[in-house]
């Protein structure tokens, strides 16, 4: 461990926690203006395994909210990510419905759930989420809608039937009804009025997502046993 890469990170969690973070491992799907945040904050704090799943490259449009979007334009963003933090697991893979099937999920304690693709946020639920938490399954923590917003102080964070106010989550919460889902997880979203009709987006409310659920991943792995 690089004592001086975490003098600051150390005396927050102590010996006993930071083993934790250390041990953990992480899966975050979709490293966009919500997930490239998440992962700069979960790779400052420590966590050990973090393995990151994207197919899309950088570009010009990204630049007002994407890490990695000045130096990658072109360039696949799990390649310039992976450069950027070293030591990172990166996939190139789009995330659909035939990868969720095939991708063993129960390696990790914690799935975060960056994608925009409401259908393969269904599937992802489905597979994972389905039931009552079962301890051989990860947590999943999901985004919901951060475009078209301007206020971070409105980001809540509940479980997805408890969610409101947000078109993108209701759209979400109707498809896992119609596919009988009977679970529960817990998403970032916010009631926010959104602030235009085209797509637009700012990035003191995209990061301010994926810190939210960078540190709720954080809180999960604090309060395990081991």
């Known amino acids: 461990m690089n004592q001086k890469r975490f003098a600051r990170t150390l005396p927050l969690f102590k010996e006993e926690g930071f083993k934790k973070l250390q041990n953990a491992k992480i899966l975050l799907l979709g490293v966009g203006g919500v997930g490239s945040f998440a992962l700069d904050c979960l790779y400052r704090t420590g966590i050990g395994t973090i393995c990151i799943v994207d197919n899309d490259c950088f570009e010009e449009s990204n630049q007002n909210r994407q890490i990695g979007s000045f130096e990658g334009i072109g360039h696949k963003k799990v390649a310039i990510l992976a450069n ?50 079962d301890s051989t399954k990860p947590y999943l923590l999901s985004s919901m809608g951060s475009a078209k917003k301007l206020d971070p102080s409105q980001i809540q964070f509940a479980p997805i039937w408890k969610s409101y106010g947000d078109k993108f989550a209701r759209k979400f919460r109707e498809g896992l009804k119609k596919q009988g889902f009977k679970g529960d997880f817990m998403v970032a979203f916010s009631p926010e009025d959104p602030k235009c009709k ?9 990061a301010s997502f994926g810190l939210r659920l960078a540190s709720e991943a954080i809180t999960i792995i604090l309060k395990k046993d081991k």
């Open 198 to 206: 085209e797509l637009g987006s700012f990035s003191g409310v995209t």
């Open 84 to 133: 950027k933090y070293k030591g990172i697991l990166a996939l190139d893979s789009k995330i659909t419905q035939e990868f969720i099937d095939n991708f063993n999920f129960n390696a990790y304690d914690i799935v975060i759930d960056a994608i925009d693709d409401i259908e393969a946020k269904i599937a992802l639920a489905l597979k994972i989420a389905n039931k009552p938490k």
